[in-house]
């Protein structure tokens, strides 16, 4: 681990951006979660059984750049977006957040994740499972310059549309 840069920033302040996230996301305050991310971040849900595929290799769940991040976010706000009108409730649990390494100029870290999720006229939703984080400092502040939501579920079905940002 590049000691120089893993000593700029503390698990404290992992933590604290990860909750902030988990608390923009569950408020449905996307415009804000945009702010949390690089200019050129990248979010991906990759295969359940290839976690640490290559999205162009590999067909992923989502594979988004920051472009379609905000379109994504766009969409998710529009009353005519049927698979979030009305919006779902959820509620995002965040645990064992760990510094795991760095990567260039990038701090790697993890965290394991529940969320909630509670729609109108449908059944509770659980999806469990791990954040894997590329972390960059910009202007003093930590920011997301890649996250990888990995599901446990073996198959997703089940769990309906993943049409909110897991």
């Given amino acids: 681990m590049n000691e120089m840069l893993a000593s700029t920033v503390t698990r404290a302040e992992v933590e604290d951006l990860f909750y902030h996230e988990a608390d923009l996301l569950d408020s449905w305050r ?3 979660w945009l702010t949390l991310l690089t200019d050129d971040a990248s979010y991906y849900v990759p295969p359940n059984d290839k976690p640490d595929a290559d999205a162009r290799f ?3 769940t989502i594979a988004d750049d920051i472009v379609r991040l905000r ?3 766009i969409r998710l706000k529009d009353p005519n977006c049927h698979a979030e009108y009305p919006l ?3 509620r995002r649990l965040i645990g064992n957040v760990r510094i795991t390494g760095v990567d260039g100029d990038a701090i790697l870290a993890s ?3 529940i969320i909630h999720r509670y729609r109108h006229n449908d059944l509770q939703r659980v999806f469990v499972g791990q954040y894997r ?4 400092r910009q202007g003093g502040r930590l920011k997301i310059a890649e996250r990888r939501a ?3 579920a073996e198959e997703l079905g089940l769990l309906g549309s993943v049409s909110f940002i897991v």
């Avoid at 984080?133 to 960059?136: G, P």
């Fill in 150 to 152: 990995i599901l446990d």
């Fill in 111 to 113: 965290a394991n994740f």
């Fill in 71 to 73: 379109e994504r976010v």
């Fill in 133 to 136: 984080y590329k972390l960059k």
């Fill in 58 to 60: 590999a067909l992923f």
């Fill in 30 to 32: 996307l415009d804000e």
């Fill in 88 to 90: 779902s409730r959820t």
